[in-house]
Each structure stands twice: as structure tokens, then as C-alpha cells.
């Protein structure tokens, strides 16, 4: 690497106002869950986290709403 980057005839990304911005949040999962997410990713080849993340966002999406049973 250079010690000294020239940056003055810099152009801005013009795609970067189109990416969606991402919060990193703690949250408990139990085993099982996060389980089915990671072997499911395997299949599809991609992060489990991105597969979450994907299946939350249908969620919003559509208005799905979990079924609760105690």
C-alpha cells in the first residue's frame, strides 16, 4: 500500500444511495431456529443471517404475524 492516497478526483458511488441501512441488534434464538436457518442456508448458499433477515422482511411485507401457542 501507498503511505499516501490521492483522493481529489474522487467520484461518490452513485449507487450507495440506494442500499438499505442495517441496525446490529442482540436478539435470543433458540437452537433449534437457528438450527433450521443454518442447514436451509447450506441448500440456498448464502449467510443464515442474510436468510433471517430475508424471511423478516417478508414478514413485514406481507403482515404475516407469528401463531402463538402456550
Partial sequence: MKPEYDFSNAV???YAKNLK???VVTIRIDDE???Y???LSKEMNMP???LI???L????KTGRKP???W
Avoid at 422482511?57 to 413485514?60: I, P
Fill in 12 to 14: 461518490k458511488n452513485p
Fill in 21 to 23: 441501512s442495517k441496525k
Fill in 33 to 35: 431456529s437457528v438450527d
Fill in 37 to 39: 436457518f443454518k442447514q
Fill in 48 to 50: 443464515y443471517q442474510t
Fill in 53 to 55: 433477515n430475508l424471511y
Fill in 57 to 60: 422482511r417478508d414478514c413485514v
Fill in 67 to 69: 401463531v402463538l401457542q
